[in-house]
């Protein structure tokens, strides 16, 4: 049976300026390395928690065309202890934030930025009372 999530990869363009978000900004660390067949840099695995990760595959060369309401991946969502708090965090990094932090529908707070490649990321304060906490 499925256990859970492992992963979320993401093909990057400009590995250190991936890392510089995920492990500088975001505080997630980097957990190990793997080299193609030929000993080149492939994948950077960052831990995001135990057994989770985010992996960053380097080459990344052209990014798609958004198309207006594209059917497959959305967006990332990170769970926060404090929107006001990780907002805040972000702004002193240089990240700007496409939503300032405001509550949703399902009562959570929650606002949004991109990765430097564009991937949009949710950040979400769950609300004991939001649908998530009750499922």
């Known amino acids: 049976m499925i256990k859970r999530i492992g992963h ?12 510089n978000f995920y492990c500088g900004v ?12 030929q000993g080149n840099p492939w994948i950077e695995y960052i831990k995001v928690t135990e057994g989770q990760f985010i992996e960053l595959f380097y080459g990344g060369q052209n ?4 198309a207006e309401h594209p059917i497959g991946f959305s967006h ?5 202890d404090s929107i006001k708090e990780i907002a805040a965090h972000l702004k002193k990094c240089g990240v700007t934030l496409d939503v ?15 990765d ?3 991937n949009r ?3 979400m304060e769950l609300h004991p009372d939001s649908p998530q906490m009750k499922a």
């Not at 979320?8 to 890392?19: G, I, R, Y």
């Not at 990014?63 to 958004?66: D, E, H, S, T, V």
């Open 63 to 66: 990014k798609p065309q958004r």
């Open 76 to 80: 990332l969502c990170l769970e926060v």
């Open 121 to 123: 990321i949710e950040f």
């Open 8 to 19: 979320l990869a993401f093909d990057v363009a400009d590995m250190e300026q991936s890392l």
């Open 100 to 114: 300032e932090p405001l509550q949703g529908k399902d009562h959570n707070w929650q606002c949004w930025a991109k």
């Open 116 to 118: 430097p490649d564009g």
């Open 26 to 37: 975001l505080g997630f660390k980097k957990a190990f390395s793997i080299e193609d067949d």
